[in-house]
């Protein structure tokens, strides 16, 4: 079935730092990808998306880009701040299934 | 708009114990989820509605009940509590249109099974 790979955490990283976080999935089809983002005590919110191939999704400074070939769809940020702490899903809308296939999610921690 | 609301948000029961966690949304999305969130392992999909009448089961439906009689709502029935069962509880709605679908997600419940 549909599934979604995530690297584990933590990743702490010093402000500024330059941050990846990858992120492979197995899917039948073509799904949408997206990362979602949870900061300490609430839920998830979307951070970006893309929906096919090459596209590149961003915002507040994050970058991804579906690589069909590859299977990937890495988060990156040039310059992290420490507002970026949180924990960060990388997920699949099954469209056979209806439902959004997480990863295991990621935590960040950036330190000043 | 409220978007996605749940209640309570934090909830101790007794093992063997029913209840029900309230989810609502004001977006008229025809698709709304609810997952369980526990450490290490991401969010799991428990049941989930693509419309008012219509639901079904997700990776972990065991031991939880829904039904969708609204638009609006969409209520997760805990029969009888146990402690395997503690965890955080998300709601979420969308909507249906193609594959593009954005999730939006309720805040959570924290419920805790002694």
């Known amino acids: 079935g549909d599934s979604v790979t995530q690297m584990e955490g933590p990743v702490t990283l010093s402000e500024e730092a330059f941050l990846t976080i990858n992120c492979t999935y197995t899917?039948?089809?073509?799904?949408?990808l997206f990362w979602y983002v949870q900061y300490p005590g609430e839920g998830l919110q979307l951070l970006l998306k893309a929906t096919k191939a090459d596209d590149k999704g961003s915002n507040k400074g994050f970058e991804a880009t579906y690589r069909k070939e590859t299977t990937s769809f890495h988060l990156e940020k040039g310059s992290v701040q420490v507002s970026d702490s949180a924990v960060y899903f990388c997920?699949?809308?099954?469209?056979?299934?209806?439902?959004?296939?997480f990863g295991a999610g990621t935590r960040l921690a950036v330190h000043p | 708009n409220a978007g996605v609301t749940q209640t309570p948000k934090f909830q101790v029961l007794k093992t063997g114990q029913s209840m029900t966690l309230q989810c609502a949304q004001d977006?008229?999305?025809?698709?709304m989820s609810w997952y369980r969130q526990d450490p290490g392992m991401g969010l799991r999909l428990i049941h989930y509605s693509v419309g008012a009448g219509i639901t079904d089961q997700g990776e972990v439906p065991n031991g939880y009940n829904v039904s969708r009689s609204t638009t609006e709502d969409f209520p997760l029935r805990l029969l009888s509590a146990a402690p395997s069962q503690t965890s955080v509880y998300f709601c979420a709605s969308s909507d249906l249109a193609g594959s593009y679908n954005e999730q939006f997600f309720g805040p959570g419940t924290r419920l805790t099974v002694l």
């Open positions: 977006m008229n999305h025809e698709y």
């Open positions: 899917a039948t089809g073509y799904p949408s």
């Open positions: 997920a699949l809308f099954s469209g056979g299934y209806n439902k959004l296939i």
